[in-house]
């Protein structure tokens, strides 16, 4: 079944400053891959997802890229705020082969130190 | 608020027991996916309804069952409870026929098995 790796565990960095968080997966029929935000003490929100047959997808300070060669696809966060603390999956969902099974990522803890 | 409701919030039972955690999905979605949350295992997929069908399956334990009513609700039926089925449970449901897109989580039932 699908794979999907995600680094790094915990991030640390400066408020205002950009975070960056990676993910491989290993089913190449995968076509949807969301992110999500845990704050504590709540359930998973979906903040940004894209689709295979797009590259890039933005939305204010956060940004999705895939790479479908690779097999893998990052969240970018620019301008970081300390309300950005959060533990952040990604996820892939994978081909008709898979039954279309969404697989989350390990996690990152992200912490913006203001 | 992600319209998703769980209930009860913590749960605090002994080895050996059952217990049923419940979900409400949000309204007009039809899917209902269980998942469960542990330190070392992130977000484990244990099951998904369509319109009170089962759909998928993933790492649930035949210990666990689950089912989902005619007004949509679902329930999570955990029996013979370990001290390992100590976790976070997770309800999501999702909008339109395609499933394990932009799911919507609940916040999730704290069990503790003593």
């Known amino acids: 079944g699908e794979n999907v790796e995600q680094h790094p565990s915990t991030l640390s960095v400066q408020e205002g400053d950009s975070a960056v968080i990676k993910c491989t997966y290993s089913?190449?029929?995968?076509?949807?891959f969301p992110w999500y935000k845990q704050e504590l003490g709540k359930g998973p929100q979906l903040i940004i997802d894209?689709?295979?047959?797009?590259g890039e997808k933005k939305d204010q300070r956060i940004a999705v890229t895939l790479n479908k060669t690779a097999k893998h696809f990052s969240l970018h966060i620019t301008e970081t705020q300390p309300e950005d603390s959060a533990v952040y999956f990604c996820?892939?969902?994978?081909?008709?082969?898979?039954?279309?099974?969404?697989?989350f990522g390990g996690g990152t803890r992200l912490m913006v130190k203001p | 608020d992600s319209g998703v409701t769980q209930t009860p919030k913590h749960l605090i039972t002994a080895t050996g027991q059952r217990v049923t955690l419940r979900c409400s999905p949000r309204?007009?979605?039809?899917?209902v996916y269980w998942y469960q949350q542990s330190l070392d295992q992130g977000l484990q997929f244990l099951i998904q309804?369509?319109?009170?069908?089962?759909?998928a399956k993933g790492n649930i334990l035949e210990r666990f069952s689950a089912q989902q009513f005619p007004d949509l609700h679902s329930e999570l039926n955990l029996s013979s409870l370990e001290l390992g089925d100590s976790a976070l449970y997770f309800c999501?449901?999702?909008?339109?026929?395609?499933?394990?897109?932009?799911?919507?989580f609940g916040s999730g039932t704290q069990l503790s098995v003593l």
């Open positions: 999501a449901s999702s909008p339109g026929q395609a499933t394990n897109e932009k799911l919507f």
């Open positions: 309804y369509y319109n009170g069908e089962e759909r």
């Open positions: 089913d190449s029929a995968s076509n949807y």
């Open positions: 309204s007009g979605d039809l899917s």
């Open positions: 894209i689709r295979s047959n797009v």
């Open positions: 996820a892939a969902k994978g081909g008709s082969n898979a039954g279309n099974m969404l697989t």
